[in-house]
């Protein structure tokens, strides 16, 4: 099955400052890579998400980049703000009726003022 | 808010007993899904239902198990609790089967403590 691991486990940075979290998967046949943001008490919420077909998405702040031949992907967040403090997981699935996500482990982002 | 919602937000029970955890979809979305939670593991797929079918299974124990009804909504049975079930459990909903690239929106989760 499909094996997501995720890098750091922590990153603190401070306010301004750019964030990057790198996401490694197995199975070659993954073609969709969501990301999800976690805030204390609260459940997942995806904030981007990639397929195979594309090599680069961005949305405001936040970019995903993903390489298919190297099988991995990132996250990266600009001009970070302490509202962007939260857990991050990164996740793979592919395109098939019955398969599901595959989450990494996560990442806490602690933004400094 | 995702538009998923979980009943109850909290549930603290002895070892042994049977709890059941509810979920409603977002309106539309006919697939369910079920996801455990702990600190060593991480979010753990455990079963997906579509328009009342099981259409898969991940790490779920033989005591869990769950139903999605003819209204779309899904509830989870936990039986005969060890200390070790206790976690966040999580309900995310999608539009359709389709594939597993389905966009998944998560519930506000529920918070299960086994003492």
């Known amino acids: 099955g499909e094996n997501v691991e995720q890098h750091p486990s922590t990153l603190s940075v401070q306010e301004g400052d750019s964030a990057v979290i790198k996401c490694t998967y197995s199975d070659s046949a993954s073609n969709y890579f969501p990301w999800y943001k976690q805030e204390l008490g609260k459940g997942p919420q995806l904030i981007i998400d990639i397929r195979s077909n594309v090599g680069e998405k961005k949305d405001q702040r936040i970019a995903v980049t993903l390489n298919k031949t190297a099988k991995h992907f990132s996250l990266h967040i600009t001009e970070t703000q302490p509202e962007d403090s939260a857990v991050y997981f990164c996740a793979a699935s592919r395109n098939s009726g019955y398969s599901t996500l595959t989450f990494g482990k996560g990442t806490m982002l602690l933004v400094s003022p | 808010d995702s538009g998923v919602t979980q009943t109850p937000k909290h549930l603290i029970t002895a070892t042994g007993q049977r709890v059941t955890l509810r979920c409603s979809p977002r309106?539309?979305?006919?697939?369910v899904y079920w996801y455990q939670q702990s600190l060593d593991q991480g979010l753990q797929f455990l079963i997906q239902y579509y328009n009342g079918e099981e259409r898969a299974k991940g790490n779920i124990l033989e005591r869990f198990s769950a139903q999605q009804f003819p209204d779309l909504h899904s509830e989870l049975n936990l039986s005969s609790l060890e200390l070790g079930d206790s976690a966040l459990y999580f309900c995310a909903s999608s539009v359709a089967l389709a594939s597993g690239t389905d966009t998944q929106y998560f519930g506000p989760g529920t918070r299960l403590t086994v003492l």
């Open positions: 309106s539309g979305d006919l697939s």
